[in-house]
């Protein structure tokens, strides 16, 4: 920033225009903001135009030495130059202006060195501005070599760009390609391989660009250790999906390394190959404990047995178990320990022990045995016998057994009720008898100790009519709420005799106009738009099975199906009070069931509650088939709506996976599958539709969907 005083010692500098670039900006613009200083400058230039007119006598100018340098030649800085002689100039300008003022004639003559100073700034000038023409000639080459550089750098970047371009087109021609020639495999089937039970997966061939099942021919083996060939398939001809059933009987010990090895082959040179190594799933096994009887007396001995079973196959395990009994008294104390093998032996000549063999002439084994003599000081409560294996190969088993001083009743008794049933707000009378065991006898000294009627959540205290007469007879009184939820009710009677307090309990037996009923969609929700069957189970007040006969209506009274229990007049154990229905649930209505039969129920019941709601993003599975035999296979059919949905429908029994298909169900089109299950296995089956959705590192993930229970009968026994 340029000062006042610092603008006077520059500004005959600036005049001269003797200052660099970078001075001479910074008084310009010091001049621009000061019009004082501007008119200062003005002032000046005029002087020295003047005094530039005057006569000099004596000043002569002759030419440069032959040796002096040359404007090619370095030159010192412009500023170190001139600056000393700055002085000088000043001294000059002010004798000339002096001169001027007193007439024209300067005072003082400053001579030759003025003119020496004045052509040293001159030549400085003409030095520097050669200096600049040759920096210039020097210079602008290399600026048009740089700017031909830059353009050509611009021209190669272009090349680059089109060429990487044309190379990621090509690279998708070439996965295209590679796509349309190749193959995708997946495997699914169980985590673990059981052993000893048949193993079953699912290998779907499908197209890389598309993903859609596509045929090919199957190479499948089965490798053990050192690459050696288990089991083979060769030349499997798949549709899209096929289902691989692995025997039980593999040649192959547990835990030893096995891998299914698989090759696909195409049309053309279309191929696809996946190895993948399966783990043995340890057996699972489950024990059943039991004893003789649940309730002992200090010094009886307690017999107990336990029998271990392969979870999947029901069947005894290979191997032995190494069994530990227990059982702890009321504080948790052991109080016995047994150990020993699940080898069944019968004893020869008292003394030598053979292994009992069964009908296929092998030792039986997953029993075990056992007994115990409580104490005769033994403390009364509840006890546990436990079995478990020494090394964990199947969890604990518990049963809880009592333990109590037991004293036979001093005294005979009997209730009777004088109606068959009774409602709400009527009046009971309970007709009782009490004597001493084996006296037939008066019975002075009993007397009732209380009585009591609990129904629902009311207690009602029955009042006796009389004493106890000799005969021993007795009458109570009470009154039924008027008001009843589930009419649910027991009257307790207790005597006293002497130092003995007996008592004797029996329902009541109270008939409501009123039934209880629960429902239960097949596939476990109910999906709107789509036939969904509901089970359901009728009960009376006092938990027994209803017969009932009635209809299923919506919010306009109308009519959506016909309810009735499951009866059968020939067969009174089919009469459970259950029974099951057919509709198609719009969103948004509501439902009710309205009972015809038994007459009176006047009261409906609502099929929706806040378990059991109408959904519409979700699949509606039925099993027309709730029971199956070998060899027939299980039926499923699926509905959805809104959007297509990529499912698997698994069959499992007590942990195992039997069977698997994957199927494509469209809305408003219902898909059906047939399981096909193995003949070994029978029981409750259970029928899980899972949904297959991308997941990470390129596997499905299966989210379940919809489930039932159904049974298979076996053939096997």
Known sequence: MITPERFDELMLDFAYDLLDETESR???????????????????????????????????FSPPKADAPSPSQSVPRRAAATRPWRWVRW?????????????????????????????????AAEKRNAILHERKALTDPIEQEQTQLHARAREIRNEIQELMAQQQERFRSLDEEIANQSLILE??????????????????????????????????????????VLYEEKDVVSQGIYTLHLPPDLPVKVNTPVALDITASGQGQVRGELTERLSWAAPRYVTHLATDKPLYQPGQTVYYRSLTLNRSTLQPPDEDFHLVFTIT???????????????????????????????????????????????????????????????NRFPPESRKLLVNQYTPDRLEKELNFHRSTYGPGDEVIVQCKVRRAGDNGPVQGIQVASAVAQIDEHGVVAAPLGPIDAAGRVSLRFEIPKKLERGRG?????????????????PIPILLKKVFVEFFPESGELVAGVPNRVYFQARTTLDRPAQIRGRLVNSKGEAVAAVETLSDDSESGANQGLGVFSFVPTAGDKYELRIDSPAGIEEPIPLLSERIQ???????????????????????????????????????????????????????????????????????????????????????????????????RSARK
């Not at 300008?93 to 001159?122: C, K, N, T, W």
């Open 26 to 60: 910074a008084v310009q613009e010091f001049l621009a903001q000061h019009p004082e200083a501007q008119a200062r400058l003005e002032k000046t230039r005029e002087l020295l135009a003047l005094a530039a007119k005057q006569p000099f006598p004596g000043v002569t």
């Open 329 to 391: 008294n009321p504080a948790g104390a052991e109080i016995h320990r047994l150990e020993g093998t699940t080898q069944l032996v019968k004893l020869a000549n008292d003394a030598e022990a053979k292994k009992l063999l069964g009908p296929d002439q092998k030792p039986i084994r997953g029993v075990g045995v056992g007994e115990f003599t409580i104490p005769e000081d033994a403390e009364g409560g509840e006890y546990t016998l436990t079995v478990s294996e020494a090394r």
């Open 187 to 228: 495997v699914s089937g169980p985590e673990a391989i059981q052993p000893g039970a048949p193993n079953h997966f699912q290998i779907a061939t499908l197209g890389r660009a598309q993903r859609n099942p596509v045929s090919a021919k199957l190479h499948i083996r089965v490798l053990g250790e050192e690459q050696r």
């Open 490 to 506: 027991a009257f307790t009677v207790t005597f006293t005799d002497g130092g003995a307090v007996e008592s004797i309990q029996k």
């Open 614 to 712: 109408i959904r519409t993003d979700t699949v509606a599975m039925s099993c027309p088939e709730g029971v199956t035999t070998e060899p027939q296979p299980l039926p499923v059919e699926l509905h959805t709506v809104k959007r297509p949905r990529q499912l698997l429908v698994g069959a499992y029994c007590r942990g195992m996976l039997l069977e698997h298909q994957r199927v494509r169900v469209e809305p408003g089109q219902p898909a059906r599958v047939a399981l096909k299950l193995p003949e070994s296995v029978g029981g409750v089956v259970r029928v899980t539709a899972f949904e297959e959705q991308p997941g990470g590192g390129g596997r499905a993930v299966l989210i379940p969907r919809a489930e039932r229970l159904v049974y298979r």
């Open 91 to 123: 001294l000059v300008a002010a004798v000339v202006l002096l001169g001027v003022l007193v007439g024209g004639r300067p005072l003082v003559r400053f001579g030759r060195s003025y003119i020496e100073a004045d052509m040293a700034h001159h030549v």
